[in-house]
């Protein structure tokens, strides 16, 4: 027997973005079908380190990670739990002094954003931040920057959107969409049948094909950003710690244990699933234990990873399809998506109900990738979508 | 890496061992790997400390199987590596990550046997972490291997034949021992008779064992409900109920088990296909009869594999080598191997009689009060699970996990897994075989985070 459900937006992914705009878009009195493969909230949105951080992104992510800063504190209001956000400030580190000068450079660029960014030199980073040790020359601080839980932010949304009366339909993989007339004709699952005016393509690291079925490449890769979590410790770590290069990131949660990461998992046979190597995780652990002395004897309890869909531009594809009207796409955050998802989730609301968003997002649009000489292409990227790893990989989350 | 590849083996319990033995009689040299500083495994575990005890004393009926295991993996000295104190905390990829003497070493191997074993499977009660309660193997470990008792007046809890061996060790033992409280009901025994013809001697030796605490004076209770320890900070006294009466029994240590659940996480970081086991109610790696796993090359073996004691685990670590030996195109003793496979298909329809009469107390994890902590490494409640499962709309087990982290802590859920599981199917109304498995991520078990990764690997490294 197969099923038939008439709505206005069928949302394709429930990751955050996903879930975010399916409750914002029910916010609006529009009906909405959440559709996940999986779980909601199972993927990378769900595994992510949790930082909640605007420090250290392009220029041209700022006003929407702005957008997404107000909406932290109100999760409780939002979703009905708090997703042990806390506003713990990011503390991004120099091993140098070329590192300060990145970092120096970066507090210009971004001045008049809001971020509040504070340049802190050896002193007072030993006098601030006792805790950190090894060879740190200096420090930046974004003190309204934090973190949070991704697996209750993310589980928490999509929760909060079936209350509020959204399709929740997890297990039910979408298989094929079609334009229909005015709208589109989705099917999923075994037996589900869909038609929507409008579909969100919001499938994470497997929304190239989505995109591609309507004449719309991008150079969308896979990483695998590996994890590693110690036994709960006493409180050592005051702030969210991220390195200027990359290499380790690392953070301390209510309970006390430790989660630090900075290496790339491998896929497994299914490549939807990756797993941590052991000199990967072993190697973020050292770094640890060197960085931040009072983890030196710590015990490492968990590794994980999960699969994020990477743009070698490090932005998202985030804007209406060129190729397809009442086709929306949000995908590609390049290990940089938790902070910023919930404000995207309303940037696609808006997208839906008035043809365009209150935030500038041009520098996300999908005609970036038109074939293009290779000549005049830019490319800020440092490639963290390429398999092959520099010794301190140069990480964009954290 | 210049070190050959080698066959690796997990384990050097009866499984690991008798796997260990085929392969160096076939001209094979294999690693050998076990976290535990000797030989032994659990049930033929050596002393920490050469004491005075006999080793009747310490294995009782067992003491002569003891000895020649002991034995005859030290004549394997010289034709194989050993590693004792190495613990195996991560495979990837073919090979294995082993950390031994303070380094970690990656171990290329042609051939893993996981012989992993088993460790006890309880279900919370009120009061079940407060000091002095031990798991039935804990108890049975401090005496073993440390001659210590785990209190000067004790009772025995649960369900399986180690409830009455144990309970019998300590009265061997010297010490008091208040009781035995069984959660099986009386009548459950007889099925103990349709063992007699399968393994006359193991129904026997617990039938001696059981006259024997009822002669020394040990209260035997069976059908036990709604147990609870009761203690200010620690045991003071134990609290059940069976039919309509209410009884309580001061004490001041209380081994606890309901059985025994295999260590698993080996055979799932090695990618190895899971099935549900009714029997133990648990998830196994799937293996035919020689123990071959799902994965070429990967073999299991004992309790490991599935729960069936200590004699089966030498005949399976036998039958895993004879596999290895078969699939690499060597000699393979072919009708050793089908006798093998009889004597374990025998064994295994014993096991079917012992669950009979000694059957897991599945319904009282619906009954678990809210207030009582479930995963104790996390310190969560059975009231906060549930609430989790509602809150979220759960209906699979690495959700709940995810949303309340039970089975994130120190154990990694090879405690409170079990728990978290039968909670989950009491919550949802469904079979407990429907609600998922909680998928192993290494390490499987925790390690210093200042660990190093030595430069070479292979076996020879290490000596
Ligand atoms: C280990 C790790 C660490 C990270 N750390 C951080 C961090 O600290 N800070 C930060 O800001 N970002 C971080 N990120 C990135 C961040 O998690 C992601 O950018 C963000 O979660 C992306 O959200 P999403 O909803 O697009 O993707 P996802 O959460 O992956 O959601 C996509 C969903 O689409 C579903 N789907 C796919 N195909 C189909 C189909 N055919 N039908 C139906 N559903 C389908 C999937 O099942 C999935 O649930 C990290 C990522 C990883 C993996
Ligand atoms: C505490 C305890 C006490 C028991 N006492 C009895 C008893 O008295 N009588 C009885 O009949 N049965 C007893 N049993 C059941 C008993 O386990 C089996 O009958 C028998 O020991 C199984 O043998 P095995 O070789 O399969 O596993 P085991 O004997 O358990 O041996 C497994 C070995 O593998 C090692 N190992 C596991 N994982 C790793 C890893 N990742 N890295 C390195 N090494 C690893 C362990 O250290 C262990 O030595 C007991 C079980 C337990 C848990």
Redesign the pocket.
């Known amino acids: 027997m197969s099923r038939r459900l008439d709505v206005d937006v069928a949302i394709i992914g429930g990751g955050l973005v996903g879930s975010s705009a399916a409750l914002a878009l029910r916010g609006m009195g529009m009906s909405v079908a959440l559709l996940d493969k999986g779980f909601c909230g199972a993927q990378a949105s769900g595994v992510n380190y949790g930082g909640v951080r605007r420090q250290g992104r392009p220029l041209e992510q700022l006003p929407l990670s702005q957008r997404a800063h107000a909406i932290w504190p109100r999760l409780q209001a939002l979703i009905g739990i708090d997703g042990e956000f806390l506003r713990s400030g990011h503390l991004k580190l120099a091993r140098d002094e070329a590192d300060m000068a990145a970092l120096e450079a970066y507090a210009e660029v971004v001045a008049g954003q809001g971020l509040g960014l504070e340049l802190i030199g050896h002193n007072g980073l030993r006098e601030r931040f006792g805790w950190v040790g090894g060879d740190v020359v200096g420090a930046s601080f974004c003190a309204g920057d934090g973190h949070a839980n991704p697996r209750l932010v993310s589980t928490g949304f999509a929760s909060a959107a079936r209350r509020a009366g959204v399709h929740v339909l997890e297990n039910t993989p979408v298989k094929g969409v079609t334009r229909n007339g005015a709208g589109f004709a989705l099917e999923a699952g075994d037996d589900l049948s869909l038609s929507a005016r409008f579909v969100i393509n919001s499938a994470g690291a497997w929304a190239d094909s989505f995109a591609a079925a309507f004449g719309e490449s991008v150079p969308l890769a896979r990483i695998y950003p590996s994890m590693v979590v110690t036994e709960p410790l006493e409180a050592i770590m005051t702030a969210n710690i991220g390195m200027e290069g990359g290499g380790i990131y690392a953070r301390q949660v209510e309970r006390g244990n430790c989660v630090v990461g900075g290496e790339r998992a491998l896929p497994l046979d299914d490549p939807d699933f990756s797993r941590p190597r052991g000199e990967g995780a072993l190697a973020i652990m050292n770094r640890a234990a060197e960085l931040f002395p009072g983890l030196r004897h710590a015990h490492a309890i968990r590794f994980w990873s999960g699969t994020e869909g990477a743009i070698p531009d490090h932005n998202p594809v985030i804007g209406l399809s060129l190729t397809t009207p009442g086709l929306i796409h949000a995908f590609g955050f390049t290990g940089a998506g938790f902070q910023i998802a919930p404000g995207v989730g309303e940037v696609l609301a808006e997208l839906v109900r008035d043809g365009r968003s209150t935030t500038p997002i041009d520098a996300f649009t999908i005609g970036r990738f038109a074939p293009v000489p290779i000549s005049t292409r830019t490319d800020r990227g440092s490639g963290a979508g390429e398999a092959s790893e520099p010794q301190h990989p140069r990480e964009t989350r954290s | 890496m210049t070190a050959p590849a080698q066959p690796l083996i997990?384990?050097?319990?009866?499984?690991?061992?008798r796997a260990a033995e085929t392969l160096v009689k076939a001209g094979l040299r294999p690693l050998v790997?076990?976290?535990?500083p000797a030989?032994?495994?659990?049930?033929?575990?050596q002393r920490l400390v050469a004491d005075e005890r006999s080793s009747t004393a310490l294995?009782g009926s067992?003491a002569s199987k003891a000895e020649t295991l002991h034995r005859d993996f030290a004549a394997l000295a010289g034709r194989l590596d050993y590693w004792p104190q190495?613990?195996?905390?991560n495979l990837r990829d073919g090979k294995a990550d082993?950390a031994v003497a303070g380094t970690s070493r990656k171990i290329a191997y042609d051939g893993l046997i996981l012989?992993?074993?088993?460790?006890?499977r309880i279900l919370p009660m009120p009061g079940w972490t407060l000091p002095g309660v031990f798991?039935?193997?804990?108890a049975?470990?401090a005496l073993k291997a440390q001659g210590c008792a785990i209190g000067s007046r004790v009772v025995f809890l649960g369900s399986g034949?180690?409830l009455y061996?144990?309970a019998w060790?300590y009265l061997k033992a010297g010490v008091d021992v208040a009781a035995v409280l069984d959660t099986a009901p009386f009548n459950a025994k007889f099925n103990l008779l349709r063992g007699l013809t399968l393994e006359p001697a193991v129904i026997l030796r617990g039938m001696r064992m059981t006259a024997e605490l009822r002669l020394r004076g040990v209260a035997l209770h069976y059908g036990v409900e709604d147990v609870r320890v009761e203690g200010d900070r620690r045991v003071e006294a134990i609290m059940w109920r069976q039919g309509s009466r209410s009884r309580t029994l001061s004490c001041d240590g209380i081994g606890y088990g309901l059985a025994?659940r295999s260590?698993t996480?080996?055979a799932d970081l090695a990618g190895c296909r899971f099935r549900f086991d009714q029997r133990d109610r648990a998830w196994l790696p799937e293996s035919d009869a020689g123990g071959r796993g799902s994965v070429p090359g990967v073999y299991l073996?004992?309790?490991?594999?599935a729960?069936?004691?200590?004699?089966?685990?030498?005949l399976?670590?036998e039958r895993a080598g004879l596999a290895l030996l078969e699939d690499r195109g060597l000699a393979h003793a072919p009708e050793r191997a089908v006798a093998i496979e009889r004597a374990l298909s025998r064994i295994g329809r014993f096991r079917n009689v012992l669950e009979s009469a000694f059957p897991f107390p599945a319904h009282w994890a619906k009954d678990i009060a809210d207030e009582t902590p479930v995963c104790r490494c996390e310190e969560i409640s059975a009231g906060e699970v549930r609430r989790a499962v509602g809150n979220f709309e759960i209906s699979e087990l690495n959700r709940l996990k995810a949303v309340s982290r039970i089975g994130m802590g120190r154990c990694q859920g090879r405690i409170c897994g079990s728990v978290a599981a039968e909670i989950l199917a009491g919550e949802t109304g469904r079979g407990i075989d429907a609600v998922g498995r909680l998928r192993s991520q290494a390490p499987?078990?925790p390690i210093p985070l200042a660990l190093t990764m030595a430069a070479t690997g292979g076996a020879e490294a290490a000596e």
């Not at chain 2, 190495?86 to 905390?89: I, P």
């Not at chain 2, 798991?135 to 804990?138: A, D």
């Open positions: 997990v384990g050097a319990g009866p499984a690991g061992v790997v076990d976290e535990a030989s032994g495994g659990q049930i033929y575990r294995y067992e190495a613990l195996l905390w082993v012989a992993t074993g088993a460790t006890d798991t039935l193997g804990g049975q470990i034949p180690l061996l144990v060790q025994l260590e996480q080996l073996a004992g309790d490991g594999a729960i069936a004691g200590a004699d089966a685990a030498e399976a670590g499987v078990k």
